[in-house]
């Protein structure tokens, strides 16, 4: 049963990168098999998917958060990152790690979660 | 690209059935049978509930179970019980290997 852990500053200045690490447990995160992703949650509010990936393949992007949006992979220590620029107070909210089996397609495997705030 | 539309919130009285309802377009709901349904209880991580537009992963209760129309997809809970109570979301693929969620429906147990 593969385990998520979401790691990175709590509170980030508005204009800066917001960087954020997903540490796997119990599955390789080179498996061809799975995607790997990042959601968010704004507070009071609904789910937003921001992108993943899957091992050697392509990186796919909300198209909202495209320009300001990184998702890249670390095979030696079993993580995945999200990078987010040039951040408001509008990109404050939970973020969430998350994969899928290509068989199944729905998020099954998620991180708690960290709560991200932008403020000066 | 917005949200799929899901209504606020819904109530029932535990043992009985209510329908969430997610609203989209042909190009997320309607065009592609990759609709899937999350339980999330207050500040904890959403669960997987309902894939693949009906199916249900490993664990899961047959109480819940989804089905889609058109542009429309469902999720139903049958004998309400009082652990159901929680917020919901629907999520669709939306073309070009991006998915999009609902805006999330609060489910009161009476």
């Known amino acids: 049963q593969r385990q998520l852990q979401e790691s990175g500053p709590g509170l980030v200045k508005p204009s800066e990168t917001l960087s954020l690490t997903c540490t796997v447990s119990?599955?390789?995160?080179?498996?061809?098999?799975?995607?790997w992703g990042w959601i968010r949650q704004p507070p009071g509010k609904g789910l937003e998917w921001i992108g993943d990936f899957y091992y050697r393949g392509s990186v796919f992007y909300n198209v909202f958060l495209r320009s300001r949006s990184t998702i890249s992979v670390d095979t030696s220590k079993n993580q995945f990152s999200l990078k987010l620029t040039s951040v408001t107070a509008a990109d404050t909210a939970v973020y969430y790690c998350a994969s899928y089996h290509h068989d199944v397609s729905g998020f099954d495997s998620w991180g708690q979660g960290i709560r991200v705030t932008v403020s000066s | 690209q917005s949200a799929l539309t899901q209504p606020a919130s819904v109530s029932g009285s535990p043992g009985q059935s209510i329908t969430i309802s997610c609203t989209g377009t042909s190009s997320d709901v309607g065009g592609y049978n990759l609709v899937s349904w999350y339980q999330q209880h207050p500040g904890k991580a959403p669960k997987l509930i309902i894939y693949?537009?009906?199916q249900r992963p490993s664990g899961v209760s047959n109480r819940f179970s989804g089905s889609k129309s058109g542009n429309t997809a469902s999720l139903t809970i049958s004998g309400l019980q009082a652990e159901d109570e929680a917020d919901y979301f629907c999520c669709s693929h939306a073309g070009s290997s991006t998915w999009i969620f609902g805006d999330g429906t609060n489910l009161t147990v009476l």
């Open positions: 693949e537009v009906s």
């Open positions: 119990g599955g390789p995160v080179n498996s061809t098999s799975h995607y």
